[in-house]
């Protein structure tokens, strides 16, 4: 596979740049040192497809007032120690705020549950509503985020889609997006298969959707799908770094259980202030990698984040930082 | 955040499924996915996504 990759890489001859989109391939490439065995003319970059890195600082800043007004909130674990503008949930639950961590929003019985992910964590999250948990929904969607990308014109000449999202979305949603892209798994000769195959499209200038995951069908998981409909509207969007994409989020429909809704009193103060001294925002859009940045590794460390990209698992610069 | 981990369906009772992941046992909701006793699903922060054959990875 990395002989016909070399092949093909050198056919096309110039520099060419593919994303792959979700956090949790970012982290497979690292992972199997995927960089290393391609060759100098393929850039991959890393994409928006970390939930925690694309939460705005404005909806932690807002989850942290609630905690810090008293309300019980429960949310995944990588949220925990992402920066807001003055402190993270962490810090809040340390004095004394009611902040539970769950593994999966079944285990959320009061209170609020902070709606983070993407398309395949939505319908958890509408499983919640559905039992009539609040909710302050962050949730977006990947094909907007990846429309915006293609028509800013960053240079990506193809994508790696996320397997997980598609296994929700399938796989047919992406064929508006004019651009070559493979739907890929996470086993490391997956991966590279994938990369070849989107090389083929991007040598034949084929703006094609190929599925290479097996789990992915062409229309998703039509149950998982109905869920989010029944309990979501999309809305206008705030993603860290991209700035407000419209349509591309998810809004709890019924204003009841809609924590921004429910708590809009507390929340109307909350002002977000971002650190200039984060990059996050070019690291999410590949106009810089993680060791381009400033800050990488000194001021902005796991131990001490200044931005999402390093706290979370899937974050580019955590990934990068780790695996030095 | 998109992880999903594969695990074999033990129990299956009402839309909750005891399911084994390569030894450790954990409660997974169903509701997304029609799967019985037996079934590889793929599961994502506690809920199956999706059933998948045993050799999915490969495919």
Redesign the interface.
């Known amino acids: 596979m990395i002989t016909k990759i070399n092949e093909i890489a050198r056919e096309i001859g110039r520099e060419i740049k593919i994303m792959e989109v979700?956090?949790?391939h970012t982290s497979a490439i690292a992972r199997y040192g995927i960089k290393s065995v391609l060759p100098k003319n393929i850039r991959l970059v890393s994409g928006p497809?970390?939930?925690?890195c694309v939460t705005s600082q404005h909806d932690i800043d807002c989850m942290i007032e609630l905690a810090l007004q008293g309300i019980h909130v429960s949310t995944?674990g990588?949220m925990m120690r992402v920066p807001g503008s003055k402190s993270s949930l962490d810090d809040v639950r340390m004095k004394g705020a009611k902040i539970d961590v769950v593994?999966?929003?079944?285990?959320v019985k009061d209170g609020v549950f902070f709606g983070?992910?993407?398309e395949?964590?939505a319908?958890?999250t509408a499983?919640a509503l559905k039992r009539q948990v609040a909710v302050y929904s962050v949730h977006k969607l990947i094909p907007p985020a990846m429309k915006l990308l293609v028509s800013e014109k960053y240079g990506i000449d193809g994508f790696i889609n996320?397997?997980?999202?598609s296994?929700?979305i399938g796989s047919d949603v992406y064929k508006d997006i004019a651009a070559p892209q493979v739907v890929s798994?996470?086993?490391p000769?997956?991966i590279l298969e994938s990369i070849y195959k989107l090389l083929l499209l991007i040598k034949e200038r084929r703006n094609e959707v190929v599925n290479n995951y097996?789990?992915v069908s062409n229309e998703g998981?039509e149950?998982?799908k109905r869920?989010i409909s029944e309990h979501f509207k999309l809305c206008d969007s705030e993603w860290r770094g991209l700035g407000k994409i419209p349509q591309s989020g998810l809004e709890v429909k019924d204003s009841k259980l809609n924590a921004k809704t429910i708590y809009s009193d507390v929340l109307k103060n909350v002002k977000a202030k971002e650190n200039p001294a984060c990059n996050c925002g070019d690291i999410l859009r590949g106009i810089l990698e993680p060791r381009e940045c400033r800050a990488f590794g000194k001021g902005c460390i796991p131990e001490r984040p200044l931005g999402p990209c390093m706290v979370?698992g899937?974050g580019a610069c955590r990934i990068v930082f780790e695996n030095d | 955040?998109?992880?999903?981990y594969p695990g074999r369906i033990l129990e299956l009772r009402g839309g909750t499924a005891v399911v084994d992941f390569s030894g450790a046992r954990k409660d997974v909701?169903c509701?997304?996915?029609?799967a019985k006793v037996g079934d590889m699903v793929?599961v994502?922060?506690?809920?199956a996504?999706?059933v998948?054959?045993d050799d999915?990875?490969?495919?």
Do not use: Q
């Open positions: 979700c956090g949790t497809g970390c939930p925690v995944y990588d593994y999966s929003a079944d285990e983070v992910g993407f395949t964590t319908p958890m499983a996320p397997g997980h999202v296994v929700i798994g996470f086993e000769e997956n097996s789990p998981n149950l998982a869920l979370s899937e | 955040m998109c992880i999903a909701n509701m997304l996915v029609e793929l994502h922060a506690g809920f996504i999706r998948v054959d999915y990875k490969d495919k």
